[in-house]
């Protein structure tokens, strides 16, 4: 069975520090998908990246990187310079496409505030 | 491309009233729509699956009768809380699958509902 789970349920940083979010996972499938998502207090869910099982590489994007390690099951999202916009609930999810449904499977979400 | 459109925004309903919310894929066919319900900071939770032409899967735990969901045709699905009750009070996200370039899911902007 899939599962994701996010360890921290909220980090408060002062803005321009460095903060990652924890990302841990679990599946039997070798072949997945990782995603993370920003859910701003408007509720919307904004897509941030996504990652397949078979792509190691870690990705920066701007202040945003992301750490896969598939040898940990991990997916850590590491916000450079924090600010205060960056405050927001991130959510860690993960899918298995070979599965009947295909559906999408969220961790707890982490609530990160950045103050200025 | 692959907007999902998801109406309302938000609603409030009395006890004992039904309550529908529609979830449209604006640019591409959605064969297969996921529903989920989320409470106050808390984690999106799959209530079901819905594949275009067939039965809804649901998730353990969730009432078929309470919760209808109908994938009539590949650009539309409807979720009807039926007999609302206060505790069905929350907000409710759509999602669809999409192939095309890439692998993903596309979110609706969610439906906050209030039952009194």
């Known amino acids: 069975a899939q599962k994701v789970t996010q360890a921290q349920t909220e980090i408060s940083v002062v803005e321009k520090e460095d903060v990652t979010l924890d990302c841990v996972y679990e599946?039997?499938?070798?072949?997945?998908?990782l995603f993370w998502y920003k859910q701003p207090p408007s509720g919307e869910l904004v897509f941030l990246i996504r990652?397949?099982?078979?792509?190691?590489q870690n990705e920066i994007s701007g202040r945003y990187s992301w750490n896969f390690q598939k040898s940990t099951s991990s997916f850590n999202f590491t916000i450079t310079a924090s600010q205060v916009v960056d405050s927001a609930v991130y959510f860690c999810a993960l899918s298995e496409p070979s599965s009947n449904t295909g559906k999408l499977i969220f961790g707890q979400g982490t609530t990160l505030q950045v103050k200025p | 491309g692959a907007v999902v459109s998801q109406h309302p925004s938000w609603v409030i309903c009395k006890s004992g009233t039904s309550v529908k919310i529609e979830c449209r894929s604006l640019d591409f066919q959605a064969t297969t729509m996921f529903w989920y319900r989320q409470f106050p900071k808390q984690s999106l939770m799959l209530m079901a699956t819905?594949?275009?032409?067939?039965?809804?899967?649901?998730e353990q735990g969730v009432e078929k009768d309470k919760f209808l969901i109908n994938h009539a045709s590949l650009t539309l699905s409807t979720l009807t809380v039926t007999s609302a009750h206060p505790e069905d009070s929350s907000f409710y996200i759509c999602s669809a699958r999409y192939y095309r370039m890439d692998y993903g899911y596309t979110f609706g902007s969610g439906t906050r509902l209030t039952v009194v």
């Open positions: 599946t039997r499938d070798t072949t997945y998908y």
């Open positions: 819905s594949n275009e032409g067939s039965k809804a899967t649901y």
């Open positions: 990652r397949n099982s078979f792509d190691e």
